[in-house]
């Protein structure tokens, strides 16, 4: 039997590090461009008590029983809402998320949804 060359698990290990989805770098972006409007400090704005650009009030809402349940995409509200046109509440509410963009948040909370790049991912037990 022949076993794969050493290297290949580290390369495996890095190519996984370099896709891996940053929030600041990749999902920030998103949300300001999509969401601010009407989730954000910086508007006054906090529908539905949702704020997406005060990181202290976000993380609040990413867990379990938030909007954002790291690990599971199909648990999550906000991703529910994006993803789904014909929800009753779907955001944002004049036009769709590109695919990328979609593609990223699922990526996101997948990743357990931190906060910081290559921070501790936020796990719960149910």
């Known amino acids: 039997m022949t076993l794969p060359h050493p290297i290949l698990p580290l390369l495996c290990l890095a190519y996984a590090s370099a896709q891996a ?3 600041k770098k990749d999902i920030q972006p998103i949300l300001e461009k999509n ?3 009407c989730h954000s400090e910086k508007t006054g704005k906090k529908k539905a008590g ?3 650009d005060d ?3 976000f993380i609040k809402d990413i867990n379990p ?3 954002v349940v790291p690990g599971s995409p199909g648990e999550s509200h906000m991703f529910e809402v994006i ?3 014909s929800h009753e509440h779907t ?3 004049d036009e769709s998320l590109s695919p990328k963009d979609i593609d990223k948040l699922r990526e996101w909370i ?3 949804a931190s906060l910081e790049k290559d921070g501790p991912k936020i796990a719960f037990v149910k």
């Open 21 to 23: 989805v940053d929030f």
């Open 65 to 67: 029983k938030g909007i």
């Open 110 to 112: 997948e990743a357990g």
């Open 55 to 57: 990181l202290t009030t």
């Open 50 to 52: 949702f704020v997406f």
């Open 83 to 85: 993803t789904n046109r």
């Open 35 to 37: 969401c601010y409007e």
């Open 91 to 93: 955001m944002p509410p």
